[in-house]
């Protein structure tokens, strides 16, 4: 039987690890005298030795808390093993991944507390007599027990449990041998071919788990045979899960992170207990860590772009970061904000394979200055993945202490229209044509990247509308001010609409074609102008469901309403010259004129900088492109 309890929900940001587990850890407790085994080789994860009290509280009331996303569900026992309260696949992996009960083995090795042991006892009874009469194989129920991703999970917990139980000599013989032969078949299971997601991060855990099982079950017969499949899963997914530039094929921050922690934590596992896994393994994980540098923005958070949920280093594994700070000082940097480590001297800088690019004004002078720098970060890469969001030449922008111009997030994987918006192009801001989604495949162009003395530069461009070719260049000419050069091109009519998305909780003013976003406090903290004003016709949409816009997702699961803005225009050809002005900028004079030569070069004076700037953009994303930025010959009004 199942009841639900409610709880509150406040929204609360949660690392790569959380949010998988789906609940909140507590901080580490002082470790109890005669318990409390320390992870050995049966442990790769960090998170499944950690947990929560209450959690654990919970539980022995038979109240399971499954993390902010769900109401408390009451599971009476005997537990059925069918449970779905929510209908919801994400509970379900939870649920049947067993990750829960983490919280009591942590609860009970804390406080050496009986009823914790107890509990976690006769939950682990009650699924080893399910899984030893349920039948595994083809039809599988991906539902639950044969998800793959969950089942892997299962396995890690399963090994974790039984082998500290074992060493502490807290857990009866009769059920180690159940849950040895639980673990034996999750090893049948996770080794065959299409129980493995080759494509993507789920992949890392399937066959770590597989490896994990093999190293603590030598005696199996199939381990020697595990571990070799396992291992070359795990090289294979290092080729094909990341790219050359060391970017995560996901093109989502978040997933970069996620992998990069479990990766890391494999590799640590595999050296400390002499399991064989490639050098190459090591090599390309390392390689992930220039992106994690340079996606970070100066409040140490991540931009919500592509398939990404709110991440910011305070979430992040301190046991995996902290190790690798030691290792890049330029990583060090980003990550304590300023306090410690070597400040990165690129200002620029594209990943050529993933399409990736950063320009930031600056890394700040120590932690009180660094968080006001801006960070841009831009999409010039192709679409890779069923992970990945129709967001090319799509950019985040930070500056001045917050997001201010956000992708609207990851909100969910279940097919719909909110699945539908998240991951298309207006939910992004990028230019839509005719109100419709980029394809997922055709031509993308990384164009011209250059710095000057306070500049950073990109261009790119994409054909992925029919007959319709996209230009755009982002220039962050100093903190806190950016131009932004669109250039669409067909030769038929079409509705073309620059998109802006506001961070929520954020109002706007209009003036003309120039919007404001107003912070709670009324004041405005980003300027929105355009130069080439003729034939734009300004929307600023909140809250929309018919079509949706002005949605953004933080929280997985979570959605609330923020401003979308956008400038539309009909024609075959089309330029827009946008002004980005933020932080103390936002509250002063500034302007922007521009004229576009036939040739499509773009002459531009900015003012409301350090000084008056003049901007000319040449042969955009073609042969010869050039830019030049200088003061000479600038006045303003």
Not at 557 to 565: C, D, Q, W
């Amino acid at each position: 039987m199942i009841r639900f309890t409610g709880k509150s929900w406040a929204l609360v940001a949660t690392g790569a690890g959380l949010v998988a587990l789906g609940v909140a850890c507590d901080p580490p407790p002082a470790p109890h005298a005669k318990r409390a085994p320390v992870d050995r080789e049966e442990n790769i994860y960090g998170i499944l030795s950690r947990g929560s009290a209450s959690v654990a509280n919970d539980l022995i009331e038979n109240r399971w808390d499954l993390g902010q996303r769900f109401p408390i569900a009451t599971i009476d026992e005997p537990i059925t093993w069918t449970e779905d309260p929510f209908q919801d696949r994400y509970w379900r992996f939870l649920f049947y991944s067993l990750r829960p009960t983490s919280n009591l083995l942590y609860a009970y090795y804390s406080t050496g507390k009986t009823k914790y042991l107890d509990k976690l006892a006769s939950i682990l009874k009650s699924y080893a007599a399910y899984d030893a009469q349920r039948l595994v194989g083809p039809p599988y129920d991906r539902t639950r027990f044969d998800y793959r991703h969950g089942a892997a999970f299962r396995a890690m917990v399963l090994v974790n449990t039984l082998a500290k139980l074992e060493r502490s000599g807290d857990i009866s013989p009769d059920l180690a041998s159940s849950l040895r032969a639980s673990i034996e078949r999750l090893g049948t299971f996770l080794a065959i071919p299409m129980n493995f997601d080759p494509d993507y991060n789920h992949g890392f855990t399937e066959a770590a788990a597989l490896a994990l099982i093999a190293a603590n079950y030598l005696s199996l017969p199939s381990a020697a045979a595990w571990q070799a499949t396992a291992l070359d899963r795990l090289s294979s997914l290092m080729v094909d899960s990341v790219d050359a530039d060391g970017v995560e094929l996901e093109n989502s921050p978040f997933y970069h992170f996620y992998v990069l922690s479990f990766a890391y934590q494999i590799n640590r596992w595999a050296r400390r207990y002499g399991v064989p896994l490639s050098g190459d393994f090591e090599t390309a994980m390392r390689g992930m860590v220039p992106y994690a540098t340079f996606v970070l923005q100066p409040d140490g958070s991540i931009p919500l772009a592509g398939a990404s949920v709110e991440l910011g280093v305070e979430n992040l594994d301190p046991a995996v970061y902290q190790d690798l700070a030691k290792q890049f000082p330029e990583f060090e940097y980003v990550y304590s904000m300023g306090a410690s480590g070597t400040p990165p001297t690129q200002r620029g800088v594209l990943f050529p394979v993933s399409g990736q690019t950063f320009l930031r004004s600056g890394f700040g002078s120590g932690p009180s200055d660094v968080a006001q720098e801006t960070h841009i970060a831009f999409n010039v890469g192709r679409w890779r993945t069923s992970h990945s969001h129709l967001d090319v030449l799509g950019m985040d922008y930070y500056s001045a202490g917050s997001r201010l111009l956000c992708d609207s997030g990851l909100f969910t994987y279940d097919p719909g229209p909110d699945y539908t918006y998240f991951f298309g192009t207006p939910a992004h801001n990028t230019v839509v044509v005719d109100g419709g989604n980029q394809a997922t495949s055709g031509v993308v162009t990384a164009g011209l990247a250059a710095t000057g003395a306070r500049w950073a530069y990109q261009s790119g461009s994409h054909g992925l509308y029919p007959g319709v070719v996209h230009r755009r260049s982002v220039l962050l000419l100093e903190k806190d001010l950016t131009l932004v050069y669109d250039t669409l091109q067909s030769d038929a009519q079409h509705d073309y609409a620059q998109v802006w998305h506001l961070p929520g909780g954020y109002s706007t003013s209009i003036d003309g074609v120039d919007t404001s976003g107003l912070a709670i406090d009324g004041q405005p903290r980003i300027v929105i102008r355009q130069a080439l004003a003729e034939g734009l016709t300004l929307q600023a949409i909140e809250g929309a469901t018919d079509p949706m816009q002005g949605w953004i997702s933080e929280i997985y699961g979570n959605k609330v309403e923020n401003y979308a803005i956008e400038y539309h225009a009909t024609a075959s050809t089309r330029h827009y010259a946008t002004l980005i002005v933020s932080g103390h900028k936002a509250q002063g004079a500034s302007s922007l004129s521009a004229t576009v030569a036939d040739d499509g070069t773009l002459a531009a004076v900015v003012c409301g900088g350090t000084e008056p700037t003049v901007v000319t953009i040449s042969n955009q994303v073609a042969d010869g492109e050039s830019i030049t930025v200088t003061s000479a010959g600038a006045t303003c009004p």
